[in-house]
């Protein structure tokens, strides 16, 4: 059974950072392109960033700079520095065969998510 657990999120004062991470469980994600989107409350869920089975990279704009996705065997790292009060959202993770998606519904697993709560 394919798990995706994320852990990092919590609150964290405007310029601050906080590292996310994806775990992944019965899968290995070499083959796979993992991506992590954000839903804040009232907005549609936004693709953040991704990174492919190749390594590739790809940003939103409003992140652009100031995150850095990563992976590590079995493990995905979002890296977020210079965080804005607009950066508060619900964080997922999500996989899907090789490529990254250019839409969240060409993703095939998710995680539960991990609340990030960017406030002084």
């Known amino acids: 059974q394919v798990q995706l657990v994320e852990s990092g999120g919590g609150l964290v004062q405007p310029g601050g950072s906080l590292r996310l991470s994806c775990a992944a469980s019965g899968i290995r994600l070499n083959a796979y392109a993992i991506g992590w989107f954000r839903q804040a409350p009232g907005k549609e869920r936004e693709g953040v960033s991704c990174i492919s089975n190749d390594g590739s990279t790809s940003y939103a704009d409003s992140v652009k700079g100031r995150f850095t996705i990563s992976r590590d065997k079995d493990t995905v790292y979002l890296q977020m520095n210079s965080l804005k009060p607009e950066d508060t959202a619900v964080y997922y993770c999500?996989?899907?065969?090789?490529?990254?998606?250019?839409?969240?519904?060409?993703?095939?697993?998710w995680g539960q998510g991990t609340q990030v709560t960017v406030s002084s």
């Open positions: 999500a996989i899907r065969w090789r490529w990254c998606g250019s839409s969240r519904s060409e993703y095939d697993y």
